[in-house]
């Protein structure tokens, strides 16, 4: 019986409306292994050591059923190719972030990484200029970010998966000021301000979820214009957004940019505006 620990936890998390995949990745946790190898280890476990495996495992169950994140039960999220130190304090990253990811590597290899430099706004956990860092290695990257906490988590991802990349601690209405940049990139805080979030998501940190009002667009709006005080000439931006806020995006950008181009994410649903500096 207590080598149906998966299939348990499985079924408890689906009457509680919790993602079944949350128990693969809580039990991976506790044994260290892959998804593939769960089932496995568990087979070849003694009865002991399955029962001292429970008990942990329901200690980690009560907290998922309690809104925590499985991400920051774990301290762990993947992106693209690596995997992130994720806690209390920093934003999760997100599946369709790594689309934002493609769009900057598309520009990247259009230039040539030595001659883009780039620079992530609200860099948060820094998975997309660690991606970016990682995947085109010639590129020179920069990561803002202005939250304590963030940084912290920051700081200690780019130590272990891209030391090359810069930090800049501060705010994105002076962050390197007098510097250029060939390609911005940021995920801002976009949610307009009244709308419904799931339990685990209010556990991630409000400053790096709500755009600050009811359209969720006084922050990007602030990014927006630390991109075009940033751009060079002919410079790229890649940002994503909240699905209801294409128009609004694309009128903000006004004059001052060309080439603006709407991408939808792998749901169909338009996420992101990419645009050239005139
Ligand atoms: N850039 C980070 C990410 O995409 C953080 C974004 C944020 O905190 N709004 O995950």
Redesign the pocket.
């Known amino acids: 019986m207590a080598k149906d620990l998966l299939r348990q936890t499985r079924d408890y998390f689906k009457a509680q409306g919790i993602p079944e995949v949350d128990a693969s990745i809580l039990l991976e946790h506790l044994l260290k292994c892959t998804r593939t190898e769960v089932q496995l280890k568990l087979l070849r476990m003694s009865d002991d050591d399955v029962n001292e495996l429970d008990r942990e495992l329901r200690r980690l169950v009560l907290r998922r059923q309690n809104g925590e994140p499985v991400q920051y039960i774990t301290g762990s999220a993947p992106f693209r190719y690596l995997e992130y130190q994720v806690g209390p304090g920093v934003?999760i990253?997100?599946p369709e972030?790594e689309s934002l990811v493609a769009l900057v590597l598309e520009e990247i290899d259009r230039r040539s990484p030595a001659k883009s430099k780039v620079v992530?706004l609200?860099?948060?956990?820094g998975?997309?200029a660690i991606a970016i860092a990682s995947e085109r290695s010639g590129t020179e990257v920069t990561a803002v970010e202005n939250s304590l906490e963030a940084n912290h988590w920051l700081a200690k991802n780019v130590a272990a998966l891209a030391p090359r990349v810069r930090l800049v601690a501060g705010g994105v209405v002076d962050a390197c000021r007098g510097e250029r940049f060939e390609i911005v990139v940021a995920?801002?805080?976009y949610i307009p301000s009244g709308e419904n979030l799931p339990a685990e998501v209010r556990k991630e940190p409000a400053s790096?979820l709500f755009g600050g009002d009811s359209t969720g667009m006084a922050a990007p709006v602030q990014f927006i214009a630390a991109a075009e005080r940033l751009l060079v000439s002919g410079g790229f931006l890649a940002l994503e957004h909240h699905e209801s806020q294409a128009a609004a995006i694309s009128k903000v950008l006004g004059p001052k940019f060309g080439e603006v181009n709407l991408v939808k994410d792998l749901t169909g649903r338009p996420r992101f505006t990419t645009a050239r500096k005139r």
């Open positions: 934003l990253p997100r972030t992530d609200g860099s948060g956990s998975c997309i995920n801002p805080p790096a």
